[in-house]
Nanobody, 127 residues
Framework: QVQLVESGGGLVQAGDSLRLSCAAS?????????MGWFRQAPGKEREIVAA????????YYADSVKGRFIISSDNAKNTVYLQMNSLKPEDTAVYYC???????????????????WGQGTQVTVSS
């Protein structure tokens, strides 16, 4: 089992940057988890933003954030990050970190495959 705690959300203006962090704790080694960032805007379904494989070598990005967001992980710190640049008002949402226990080294795109979720952090981008 793993516990996930997100931080770094806030209110910014369009064009600004934010870095979200997700700290993991638990008995199972962090390196056994593929990690993902999801978001959910009011009235919309939760959607994938970015994902990273166990080793950190493979990543996946939603088309809407490609070229603007960067996912990375630090297995020594049990932490995954989401660097968000050139933020837009449509990026406004609650952002969730998630962990997928996996024997394979690939980024997981599917929401239903994730086993553990954080509580979420609000990101608001004003125009």
């Amino acid at each position: 089992q793993v516990q996930l705690v997100e931080s770094g959300g806030g209110l910014v203006q369009a064009g600004d940057s934010l870095r979200l962090s997700c700290a993991a704790s638990g008995r199972t080694s962090f390196s056994m988890y593929a990690m993902g960032w999801f978001r959910q805007a009011p009235g919309k379904e939760r959607e994938i933003v970015a994902a990273i494989s166990r080793s950190g070598e493979n990543t996946y990005y939603a088309d809407s954030v490609k070229g603007r967001f960067i996912i990375s992980s630090d297995n020594a710190k049990n932490t995954v990050y989401l660097q968000m640049n050139s933020l837009k008002p449509e990026d406004t949402a609650v952002y969730y970190c998630a962990a997928d226990f996996s024997w394979r080294d690939y980024p997981q795109e599917e929401l239903y495959e994730y086993d553990y979720w954080g509580q979420g952090t609000q990101v608001t981008v004003s125009s």
